[in-house]
């Protein structure tokens, strides 16, 4: 990668100094405590010989986004797992087989995730604030109603509902239009007929993080694409050809300026809502 003035911005692999399995499984990992004034971002591959570890339900200070996507550009809907995610104080099963986002609000119970894994998927979690911190809860699973899906309207797939998609092709999509208050979280496959936007450059009022992951579970850092990005104000250049988290700043001017796609790759946006915040 090219490097410059704000290489610290540019993200790849497990949080400094984590030495578990676990940790060696995470393609990026970012929170406060490695960039100041970044909220946490965390994502890897996940497969059928790994356990979830998410057990205890619990719930967090800020808005929280889990991600589960397929990894066939062909047929980006299709998962390949069946995920048990609990969640309300009610503890009320929701059953996910699609790629999906779940968006969870500050101080919503959920937990615990039960997995019946075929094959890998891609999966990220972000919690806007600046780390993972979470309150857990002891208790039994309160089978009573487990079948309501009183909380369909916090799991997303496809592009923005009750829209025709434009632009991207999104294979998931949540913003402060589709659920009240809610963070803006999107993912779509980038290739060929669907290439990475050319945009001037520009900023935003809010913190941003610019995901760029590859789709190949034997080599999770292989993005299989060179991605031109322009940072600053002398919008200095850097490319790179490796799975990569980009944390920019609010007020930072910057814009995305080509790749060149050998395979398609996951691409995802997540900013959060200032008016909320």
């Known amino acids: ?121 891609f999966h990220a979690f972000t919690i806007f604030g600046p780390t993972g911190a979470k309150k857990d809860f002891d208790g039994l699973i309160k089978q009573e109603g487990a079948f309501e899906k009183r909380y369909d309207n916090y799991i997303l797939n496809g592009p923005k509902p009750g829209q025709a998609p434009a632009g991207y092709k999104y294979t998931t999509y949540l913003d402060d239009t589709v659920i009240k208050g809610s963070p803006h979280f999107s993912s779509t496959f980038i290739d060929t007929d669907n290439p990475l936007k050319e945009e001037e450059p520009h900023s935003h009022p809010y913190r941003q993080v610019l995901g760029f992951f590859s789709n190949n579970f034997e080599d999770r850092f292989d993005l299989g694409a060179e991605v031109e990005l322009r940072i600053g104000d002398s919008l200095e250049k850097y490319t790179f050809n490796q799975s990569t988290v980009v944390f920019v700043p609010a007020g930072l001017p910057h814009c995305t300026v080509k790749a060149k796609v050998e395979r398609p790759f996951i691409f995802v946006e997540c900013w959060e809502n200032v008016a909320a915040s």
């Open 1 to 121: 990668m090219t490097t410059g003035q704000y290489d610290q911005l540019f993200i790849r692999g497990p949080k400094p100094g984590g030495t578990s399995d676990y940790d060696k499984r995470i393609t990026a990992h970012v929170d406060d405590t490695i960039l100041k004034g970044s909220y946490f971002f965390s994502a890897m591959f996940m497969a059928p010989q790994y356990s979830t570890g998410i057990n205890a339900a619990h719930s967090h200070q800020h808005d929280e986004i889990l991600f589960f996507h397929g990894l066939d550009p062909d047929n980006p809907t299709e998962l390949g797992w069946e995920i048990d995610l609990y969640m309300g104080d009610e503890f009320i099963r929701h059953t996910i087989t699609t790629t999906s986002l779940i968006y969870l609000p500050k101080q919503f119970m959920h937990c615990p995730i039960i997995t019946r894994m075929k094959k890998p998927v």
